[in-house]
């Protein structure tokens, strides 16, 4: 049975995404170029920034917070948690690396550092996801989830603005010195404090053991739908690894000298881009969900980021890196919501907490183990054979596609035959 959220807990969770966003913004925006171009590290050890903390994240939701909010059915508590000991690691984060002897060390301090942060950090991840399956009906999570990530994308767009800004000192310092100094750092532990606040006035949430599922049919139908559910986390996994194994070496690509040569103010316009696709989407993600279905939605979705890498491979013009920015943004929305809403669907209440875990990891694990086996040793390995950079970050743009047209396959698949066999209701499909 749900609880019937009105505006004031929309606005709360709302608030709380539009902070969240604005600190991933302002930080990892520039961490890989930080890592890259001033401390030093290879395109793959790179990578391992979003790898490392991304591997714990899951593991900790999946094995440990997701089973303790399913037992406890505690999903606001987790997020408050999560928020503090996020903010006060990452200040630690940066005391720790400024003491490290060597440049290259300071950025193992780092990555590190941030895998640690992550495991606790977890506890935030799973109550959110949880509890806006709590909070909403399954006919409201695709509209839901569009505008809640419309409100993040404002958060967004200024928290990578900003980011550009403080990562040179405003042009007056040099590049890097946003983290060399300590001030990124302060700004994101910061906002993570203040975005406790709005959590401070949302229902708990969780489910009562008697709750109805989403899919109304008996045991065998249940059955269908885990088996379903399974075959939905491999397609996912495949779409969200290819598109985003490039996105931790993406900032580096567009700083090459050899190509678009950005600085950082210019990446900020190129990133926000995808920002205001995500805030424009966001808006209508519930009515083309309603019009033509969730499972579809992920797919035009899907398509819309394989445009987007399209453009990256092909493009030698910086007006076509604006557009490709805006489908990425496009993409991003589509598959989120819709995808979301797909899982709510298929996941037993009672069980949200754990395996709302393996869906988290088809999206967290893809901005880093992917990045780290696919798209770093492709660039590096292609310029040890001598292949000019800009060669060698495409090259990994094509693997890139590779894997995401081979998960927009199994959608197709799952979408337009497994579930209608099934007997899966048309919303979902």
């Known amino acids: 049975m749900h609880i019937k959220p ?18 991933r913004g302002l930080f990892y925006t520039y961490l890989s170029i930080y890592l890259r171009y001033y401390l030093d590290l290879s395109v793959t050890e790179t990578t391992l920034f979003a790898t490392l903390p991304m591997l714990a994240n899951i593991i900790a939701q999946t094995f440990l917070w997701g089973r303790l909010s399913d037992r406890l059915q505690l999903r606001r508590t987790l997020i408050l948690w999560g928020e503090l000991s996020g903010a006060v690691g990452t200040v630690l984060i940066w005391a720790f690396h400024v003491m490290a002897p060597s440049a290259h060390q300071a950025g193992y301090v780092i990555i590190l550092g941030l895998t640690v942060v992550e495991a606790f950090w977890a506890m935030s991840n799973i109550g959110w996801s949880a509890l806006i399956s709590d909070l909403y009906p399954e006919q409201k999570r695709n509209e839901v989830q569009g505008r809640l990530a419309s409100v993040g994308g404002i958060g967004r767009l200024l928290g990578i603005w900003i980011g550009g ?28 404090l203040i975005a406790i606040v709005p959590v401070l006035f949302l229902p708990e949430g969780g489910t009562k053991s008697d709750a109805m599922p989403d899919v109304d049919c008996g ?6 739908s885990m088996r379903l559910y399974v075959v939905f986390l491999a397609g996912m996994t495949l779409i969200n690894f ?5 996105a931790t070496i993406q900032s580096q690509y567009l700083f090459l000298e050899s190509g678009f040569a950005v600085n950082s103010e210019m990446l900020s316009y190129i990133v926000n881009t995808e920002s205001v696709a995500i805030v424009i989407l966001g808006l209508f993600s519930g009515y083309i969900g309603r019009r033509i279905g969730n499972g579809r939605a992920v797919c035009v979705g899907t398509l819309a980021s394989v445009a987007y890498l399209l453009l990256f491979i092909f493009s030698d013009h910086i007006y076509l890196i604006f557009a490709a920015s805006f489908l990425r943004g496009t993409g991003d929305v589509m598959i ?9 669907v298929l996941i037993p209440p009672e069980r949200r907490g754990r395996l709302f875990g393996y869906f988290n990891a088809t999206l967290f694990l893809s901005w ?18 001598g292949f000019a950079p800009i060669v060698a970050y495409r090259s990994a743009y094509v693997a890139a596609l590779a894997m995401t047209l081979s998960g927009l396959a199994i959608q197709l698949i799952l979408v337009f035959i497994l579930m209608p066999k099934a007997g899966i209701k048309k919303v979902i499909v």
């Open 336 to 344: 989120l919501a819709a995808s979301y809403a797909m899982a709510s």
């Open 368 to 385: 880093g183990v992917a990045g780290t086996l696919i798209a770093g040793p492709v660039v590096d390995t292609m310029e040890l054979l």
């Open 219 to 224: 045991p065998e139908c249940m059955s269908e």
């Open 242 to 246: 290819g598109r985003n194994c490039v």
């Open 165 to 192: 800004q403080l990562y040179d000192g405003l042009g007056a310092m040099y590049e890097g010195w946003g983290f060399e100094s300590g001030i990124l750092f302060f700004v994101a532990a910061a906002v993570m």
């Open 6 to 23: 009105g505006y004031s807990v929309f606005w709360g969770v709302g608030s709380f995404q539009a902070l969240a966003m604005f600190r």
